[in-house]
């Protein structure tokens, strides 16, 4: 699945077939616990104990919504609650307050305000992320650094990574800072630096950009008092220098801060890097496929998480249609593989671990469903559940508890 920004129709490189589509949905309806989400908001279930899930759709310029019971493991359908690009979506950590990144060209994230008792959304604002308009969109990732109250943009079509300042009510400011990535890589997809993904460390001292154009993790110096990216050492970014042709995606750090786990796209490996937050330097400890012995066809890998105490890696394989887990050394930082599943549909765009660590949620795109996941929190394992609502193209997912604890 080639998930480069594109404001033209949707290229499928390996789009899988339409029996297989097919296939997928037959499942999915005869397994699932509720119907199609409706186009427009049905009436919502009592907030009680239960969450609210937002769901980013890919090219087709809506956000969904699904109320979730985290108890019994339901999820009762809302609907299309805004009609927004929605490339990613993300949740304030305390406050009700959804941003959603745009495709289109300007690099828009728009902020919402949630109705906790509907679910509905209403727009408060829009905050352009680039200073030279690219010609084509692609905001890849935004995600919130709580620390600073700040929410950290890869902007994969400029090549960019960016920081915008979060006021206390959940409004965006004006862009904070934006870096410019460098470089280039084998692939046709790789003609230019595309940020995929950005975190800061636990030090809050450096920003690390995963650039699947350019065969890099990018190492920034992180201002956390004025949120302002610079170069890391005088002759620029610090830089970790993947295969050639791998295309970083995602990255994951460890709670104890000094493992970074890296997730390429083109060559679906997993690496474990050891993250010296002195200097700013990674070094890889460790390379591991996440592709069954003996695969064949495609390779893409997609998502990454860590659980909340640091024992358990997640990935997804889009070549595969599976979900790999992994458990991690506390003393070494090193991963073994403990299981391999099938994702319950076709093209696990991303997934997201429910903020109690009880669940995951996988967004398969093709198939046009999110599947939910029953999580071991002592094996780490995954158990498909069978639940499943179907979202066209969903690409992110986002919560809201009624603690105000955003995930993933």
Do not use: K
Request: hydrophobic residues 35%; neutral net charge.
């Amino acid at each position: 699945m080639n998930d480069s920004p594109r404001v033209s129709h949707r290229l499928r490189p390996y789009a899988p077939s339409r029996r297989t589509v097919l296939g997928a949905l037959a499942v999915s309806a005869t397994t699932a616990a509720v119907p199609l989400l409706a186009a427009a908001p049905t009436a919502a279930a009592p907030t009680g104990t239960t969450d609210l899930v937002y769901i980013g759709t890919w090219g087709q310029r809506q956000v969904y919504a699904v109320r979730f019971d985290p108890v019994h493991g339901t999820m009762t359908p809302i609907g299309s609650v805004a009609q927004a690009s929605s490339n990613w979506v993300t949740v304030h950590p305390t406050r009700p307050v959804l941003y959603v990144a745009g495709g289109e060209q300007g690099g828009f994230i728009r902020v919402f305000e949630i109705d906790d008792a509907s679910g509905g959304l209403r727009q408060i604002g829009e905050v352009g992320t680039e200073s030279v308009p690219t010609g084509s969109g692609g905001l890849s990732y935004i995600g919130v650094d709580r620390h600073s109250r700040t929410l950290l943009v890869a902007d994969f079509a400029a090549g960019t990574a960016a920081t915008v300042p979060i006021g206390t009510d959940g409004g965006l400011g004006a862009v904070a800072s934006r870096v410019q990535d460098t470089g280039s890589g084998p692939s046709p997809r790789q003609l230019g630096p595309h940020p995929h993904h950005m975190v800061i460390d636990r030090s809050r001292r450096f920003a690390l950009v995963a650039d699947f154009g350019a065969d890099r993790v990018f190492v920034y110096r992180y201002h956390q008092a004025t949120r302002a990216l610079s170069d890391a050492t005088p002759d620029g970014p610090g830089a970790y220098a993947t295969a050639p042709g791998s295309g970083p995606r995602r990255l994951a750090l460890h709670p104890d801060g000094r493992t970074v786990y890296l997730l390429n796209e083109l060559t679906a490996d997993l690496q474990a890097l050891s993250w010296d937050a002195r200097h700013g330097t990674l070094t890889r400890l460790q390379s591991l496929t996440t592709n069954a012995p003996g695969h064949a066809g495609t390779t893409s890998a997609a998502e990454l998480t860590i659980s909340r105490d640091g024992r358990f890696l997640y990935t997804s394989n889009r070549g595969e249609n599976t979900l790999v887990v992994f458990a991690t050394d506390h003393r070494t930082g090193l991963l073994t593989e403990v299981q391999r599943v099938s994702c319950a549909g076709v093209t696990p765009w991303s997934f997201a671990l429910h903020p109690g660590g009880r669940w995951l949620f996988v967004a398969n795109e093709a198939s046009g469903t999110v599947n939910l996941f029953l999580v071991d929190r002592g094996s780490g394992q995954l158990t498909d559940t069978g639940t499943a609502v179907a979202v066209p193209y969903p690409d992110s997912i986002g919560f809201r508890t009624p603690a105000g604890t955003a995930g993933p």
